[in-house]
């Protein structure tokens, strides 16, 4: 580009207003070397589009998605002085800053900036009406551009500058990959940003935007939630395909990515390669439930219906522990158990948000429907809350069942991998009509969204304990019986080889 051109100059910046990506190809040369992949096309359309005021972005590690945000589009915010007022948003206020900083080292030391835009620190506090000084909190560029960085949990709503709301937030990087897997934590991270960052806007006024991009780090996450509403417009992209084929070749070759594969596989961590650069919380080939693992049978298959009649049916109900059905989900198993096969029938699942009373009902229901005579729910947080209504339920039907209460031993997360040993060993059998959601959650695990269905199956493991229902031991062809301690070696698979490490 020729600076002393005036025209030529005039159609450069013309095209740098209207596109982000041209900004960044003209003007940020030194932060984006390579060419820009097809792929990223969608997420500078998406900055671009005024009338999309809410933008999330799913997309992998190294991918210079913080560089596009936090210094091309930002950048080109300021300079073309199209905002008044920016938030960029990290895990920390620690990481905002670091980022903001970044930016403000750009605008001030891009010698093509600086001779086509001149000095965009602004020195006259009149112009702004505050102290216009550059420091890390907070500073003020090229005439009138207030920029705010902020930490997760940190004062965003309320926040003015004189008549100016946040009409820019970006947030980049939010969760933290550790507290992301604390359910409470997720809840109080979601209740800040809808309730404080969304809120720190001027809804009367179409001129704001909020900017959300992250790696997919856990089912339940901020992102996932983001991802699955209508609300916002979504940009999902993978470094590569199942088969590691690059979409972005510029930046990683087909080899450079199968060695990258291989390298996590070599340490154990596919699940954290899968997350990082694939959108994924559970790496299919290392997930602890897959659904090659998964067998099926129907309820009118010949097999079973021959054998039915040797079934020792239950029904395993885990009810919401709180009162907000509205929010919390119940489950409702059926099994049917033949110790001599040994087989498991997974026979019926019925889930979802119930009040108290529809859980009995169709808790009760489904006893009669699979021909059950045992019934076990978790007390756990409960106690006689529902052992008093659930007896009196059914006594009110006039027929009566064998209740077993039920009480959580140590994690869920561990109880519920305990049915991994007898998956492995062919036990478990679904039926292929009613299956699927209790799949879902198997093979997400542990970062499923929803936990309901395979905690209330992982119960199953409990009442055969207190049924004192034993599996006969497997003869195989020789007649011999397999090494015992096979049902053991599955069992401290699944044992982690070292407990709170990052403490250690």
């Known amino acids: 580009m020729n600076l002393d051109n005036k025209d030529q100059l005039k159609e450069v910046m013309a095209q740098?207003?209207?596109?982000?990506?041209?900004?960044?190809?003209?003007?940020?040369?030194?932060?984006?070397?390579?060419?820009?992949?097809?792929?990223?096309?969608?997420?500078?359309?998406?900055?671009?589009d005024d009338s999309l005021q809410k933008v999330v972005i799913k997309a992998p590690r190294g991918w210079g998605k913080s560089t596009i945000l936090n210094i091309a589009y930002a950048g080109k915010k300021i300079l073309f002085q199209e905002k008044k007022f920016i938030v960029p948003m990290s895990t920390t206020s620690t990481k905002a800053v670091l980022e903001s900083e970044n930016l403000k080292r750009e605008l001030m030391t891009n010698t093509l900036i600086k001779k086509v835009f001149g000095n965009v620190k602004t020195n006259n506090?009149?112009?702004?009406?505050?102290?216009?000084?550059?420091?890390?909190?907070?500073w003020i560029a090229n005439g009138g551009t207030l920029v705010f960085p902020r930490g997760a949990g940190q004062q965003v709503r309320g926040v003015r500058w004189?008549?100016?709301?946040?009409?820019?937030?970006?947030?980049?990087?939010?969760?933290?990959?550790?507290?992301?897997?604390?359910?409470?934590?997720?809840?109080k991270l979601k209740q800040w940003f809808f309730a404080d960052v969304l809120n720190s806007v001027d809804r009367s006024n179409a001129s704001w935007k909020v900017v959300y991009i992250d790696?997919?780090?856990?089912q339940d996450s901020l992102l996932a939630d983001l991802m699955n509403d209508n609300t916002w417009h979504h940009i999902d992209i993978d470094l590569c395909d199942d088969s590691l084929h690059s979409n972005w070749p510029a930046f990683m070759s087909d080899q450079a990515i199968k060695d990258l594969y291989e390298s996590f596989r070599c340490q154990g961590l596919l699940d954290v390669f899968a997350r990082e650069y694939r959108g994924q919380p559970i790496a299919k080939e290392d997930a602890i439930f897959k659904d090659s693992y998964f067998k099926y049978y129907l309820e009118s298959d010949t097999d079973f219906t021959e054998k039915k009649g040797a079934?020792?049916?239950?029904?395993?109900?885990?009810?919401?522990?709180?009162?907000?059905?509205?929010?919390?989900?119940?489950?409702?198993?059926?099994?049917?158990?033949?110790v001599e096969l040994p087989r498991i029938y997974i026979r019926d699942i019925d889930a979802g948000m119930m009040h108290p009373d529809d859980v009995y009902a169709r808790t009760f229901a489904m006893a009669d429907r699979i021909g059950a005579r045992t019934i076990g729910y978790e007390v756990t947080g409960l106690n006689e809350f529902i052992t008093y209504p659930i007896t009196t339920y059914m006594l009110k039907r006039g027929k009566?069942?064998?209740?077993?209460?039920?009480?959580?031993?140590?994690?869920?997360?561990?109880?519920?991998?305990?049915?991994?040993?007898?998956y492995r060993l062919g036990y478990i059998y679904h039926n292929k009509n009613i299956s699927q959601l209790l799949e879902s959650q198997l093979i997400a695990f542990p970062k499923s969204k929803r936990d309901d269905v395979m905690d209330a199956t992982a119960y199953l493991v409990e009442m055969?304990?207190?049924?004192?229902?034993?599996?006969?031991?497997?003869?195989?062809?020789?007649?011999?019986?397999?090494?015992?301690?096979?049902?053991?070696?599955?069992?401290?698979?699944?044992?982690?080889?070292?407990?709170?490490?990052?403490?250690?």
């Not at 506090?125 to 907070?138: H, L, P, R």
């Not at 004189?162 to 934590?185: H, M, N, T």
Request: proline residues 5%; charged residues 30%; negative net charge.
């Open 311 to 338: 079934l020792d049916n239950i029904v395993i109900m885990d009810p919401a522990k709180t009162t907000k059905v509205s929010s919390d989900w119940s489950a409702i198993v059926g099994i049917g158990v033949n």
């Open 215 to 218: 790696t997919l780090k856990h």
């Open 16 to 48: 740098c207003f209207l596109s982000t990506k041209t900004t960044a190809q003209m003007l940020f040369t030194d932060s984006f070397s390579r060419a820009f992949a097809p792929i990223t096309d969608p997420i500078f359309a998406a900055l671009d």
């Open 162 to 187: 004189g008549k100016y709301r946040p009409d820019l937030i970006i947030v980049d990087d939010l969760e933290d990959p550790e507290a992301v897997d604390s359910e409470e934590q997720r809840k």
């Open 125 to 138: 506090a009149n112009e702004t009406g505050i102290d216009a000084s550059f420091s890390k909190e907070m």
């Open 400 to 422: 009566f069942y064998n209740l077993v209460e039920l009480k959580a031993r140590g994690k869920k997360e561990d109880r519920i991998a305990m049915l991994n040993p007898l």
């Open 464 to 504: 055969l304990e207190l049924g004192e229902r034993y599996f006969a031991a497997d003869v195989n062809a020789q007649g011999e019986i397999p090494d015992v301690d096979e049902f053991e070696g599955l069992e401290r698979e699944n044992e982690p080889a070292l407990k709170n490490w990052r403490a250690a």
